[in-house]
């Protein structure tokens, strides 16, 4: 009877696509959040990759970090890509920052790498400015260079400037500085004052780097020609 092996075939294909179902609803279970067998098959209908989702919520577990499954499932959806963000994640609390699963996922979503953000919120940045050129109102000419320390926010990471745009204010504001001194033999003297202007002025404002300071790398300057 042609039936019987249609039974069969039947059969091992349903065991075949059962066995993976079990495992994954006894895992869901053992990571604390159980699933049952519709919501396992909503979500492969979905497009989920449940061991992926599973993977990041077991990484998070073995950290104490608590993150539901269901928002490691709509990042996953939305990217594709769970390790940048759990890794963030994880950096953060190994630094001692205070940063949420969501905050995370919205710096992954907006480009940023959040793992070296995390270490530079941490440990912060020391930059030094490319050289920065101008003349002063005597028409002496000056070059600066400008060392800043700069600390990540992450509560100011989303829809904010980076690195480029604080040392490009700071370059900016040197410059005008610079126009305004009355003569360059002013500023050599006064190196510390210029700098301590420059860090007053709120120049990371819109950023996601707060200034910690800014000091003088270095400075050159030479009387206007005759």
Not at 45 to 65: M, S, W
Not at 195 to 224: H, Y
Request: aromatic share 6%.
């Amino acid at each position: 009877m042609i039936w019987i092996p249609l039974v069969f075939i039947v059969a091992i294909v349903v065991i075949l696509i059962a066995i993976p179902q079990v495992k994954r609803k006894m895992r869901s279970e053992r990571l604390g959040c159980p699933l049952s067998h519709p919501q396992l098959l909503g979500m492969s209908l979905r497009g989920v990759d449940i061991n992926a989702v599973f993977d990041a919520k077991q990484r998070l577990d073995e950290e104490a970090i608590d993150v539901p499954l269901k928002a490691i499932e709509v990042h996953h959806l939305a990217t594709r890509d769970l390790g940048p963000v759990v890794e963030g994640v994880i950096e953060a609390k190994t630094q001692g920052v205070n940063l949420t699963w969501e905050k995370a996922c919205a710096m992954h979503i907006a480009g940023r790498d959040i793992k070296a953000d995390i270490e530079a919120a941490g440990r912060p940045k020391e930059i030094i400015t490319p050289e920065i050129t101008g003349r002063t109102m005597d028409g002496g000419g000056v070059r600066v260079k400008l060392k800043l320390k700069l600390r990540f926010v992450p509560e100011r990471a989303v829809g904010a400037g980076g690195e480029t745009f604080v040392v490009e204010r700071v370059c900016a504001a040197a410059e005008a500085d610079i126009a305004r001194s009355e003569s360059y033999e002013f500023l050599l003297q006064r190196q510390s004052t210029f700098a301590r202007r420059i860090f007053e002025r709120g120049l990371d404002a819109g950023s996601a780097f707060k200034i910690e300071w800014v000091d003088v790398e270095e400075m050159t300057a030479e009387k206007a020609e005759e």
